[in-house]
């Protein structure tokens, strides 16, 4: 079968031929038939060989959707011909985070050498992919599999940031985006529909800020040196009660420490690397201050729920396996527009 993997330290990702793997006792075969690319497949790839913590070839792809085709000994919870998406923080399923369904938190992962399809387990990029468990895959519902298929990191992520600051989006609040990429125009839509707050989106060109107001962003401006005192303006100079940051770079959180109003709260949710001072004095009072990681099972449910609702869609391109070199290079230079979707079967 054809795979996208990082085969080497420092190496481009390359489409290759494997073989087709087997399911073993308690797993599940996939016939892949739509996978995500994401921002994150560039940190793996970025990482020297010290920091992997995994062997390579790796085949990426945290984002997958596709049909059952075959099952291991002890699998009676599906069945050959599902359409499934797949949860991708993947856990031990036993600790008291796994237990919550919560197993993007799960306590020992790293002890046990657990890792994501596609970020240190084989992933989804490919015409087939194992799933270690059937825990790790929910039903599609029939929702169209290369819409679906963001929605398990694109979607999840933000609605799980999201969720927790909703109590405080009451009427006459203002929720601030930064980055209004792939995560982020997602995350626009879920502010509108789980929420009153007046939506402010920033990033850094105007074809980004165009597809925020297709979303739904009741302001779009540019990401620079005068956004703060903009957001500050629109806000009466109080600030924003939730700043959601889906780029996570040190200019970007600054910008979100200085736009969040009292009591308010800043997701970092971007892996640019960034990190934001919290002390007295340092951020507004009694600002809380967090860096979220995907979303639970249940939660993955819940954004499939509202896809089917018609109230989340993802703006997609797709590529056929053999471009996905070429996706990789425009997700790089910042020209997808919103999520880049593989097709491994065509």
């Known amino acids: 079968m054809k795979a996208v993997q990082y085969r080497a330290v420092g190496a481009a990702p390359e489409v290759v031929r494997i073989p087709v793997p087997a399911p073993g006792p308690g797993q599940v075969l996939l016939r892949v038939t739509a996978a995500g690319l994401c921002h994150s497949d560039f940190a793996v790839m970025s990482r020297p060989a010290e920091q992997l ?11 997958g959707v596709g049909t059952v085709t075959e099952v291991g000994d002890g699998v009676t919870d599906v069945a ?15 600790c008291v985070k796994c237990a919550e369904g919560k197993e993007n938190y799960c306590l020992r992962a790293r002890e046990l050498g657990i890792f994501p399809p596609g ?12 799933v270690d468990s059937p825990r790790h895959i929910v039903p599609l519902g029939g929702l169209d599999p290369v819409q679906a298929v963001p929605l398990t990191d694109a979607g999840l992520t933000p609605y799980h940031a999201i969720k927790r600051s909703l109590p405080k989006l009451v009427p006459g609040s203002t ?37 925020a107001r297709e979303v ?8 620079d040196a005068e956004s703060v005192g903009m957001v500050r303006e629109l806000t009466g100079g109080r600030g924003a009660e939730a700043v959601f940051d889906f780029v996570g770079a040190a200019p970007t959180v600054a910008m979100a420490g200085s736009c969040v109003a ?26 809380s201050v967090t860096a979220p990681y995907w979303g639970s099972r249940s939660e993955l449910m819940e954004v499939l729920d509202l896809a089917r609702a018609d109230v989340i869609s993802v ?13 990789y290079q425009r997700l790089h230079d910042g020209t997808v527009r919103g999520r880049a979707v593989i097709l491994p079967q065509e």
């Open 80 to 94: 050959v011909g599902d359409a499934v998406a797949v949860y991708g923080p993947w856990g031990c399923g036993t």
């Open 119 to 130: 970020l240190g387990a084989p992933g989804a990029m490919a015409e087939y992919m194992i």
């Open 315 to 327: 703006h997609v391109e797709t590529y056929g396996i053999d471009d996905t070199p070429t996706a």
């Open 262 to 287: 009292v009591e308010g709260d800043v997701a970092i949710v971007g892996i640019g690397g960034g990190s934001l001072a919290v002390g007295f004095g340092t951020t507004p009072y009694e600002v």
């Open 216 to 223: 739904g962003a009741h302001e779009a401006i540019l990401s």
């Open 175 to 211: 929720a601030v985006v930064i980055g209004t990429g792939g995560l982020g125009h997602v995350a626009i839509q879920l502010l509108r529909e789980l929420s009153p707050a007046w939506v402010i989106a920033l990033d850094v060109n105007e074809e980004k800020l165009a597809l």
């Open 53 to 63: 913590g995994f062997p390579l070839p790796l085949t990426l792809g945290h984002e």
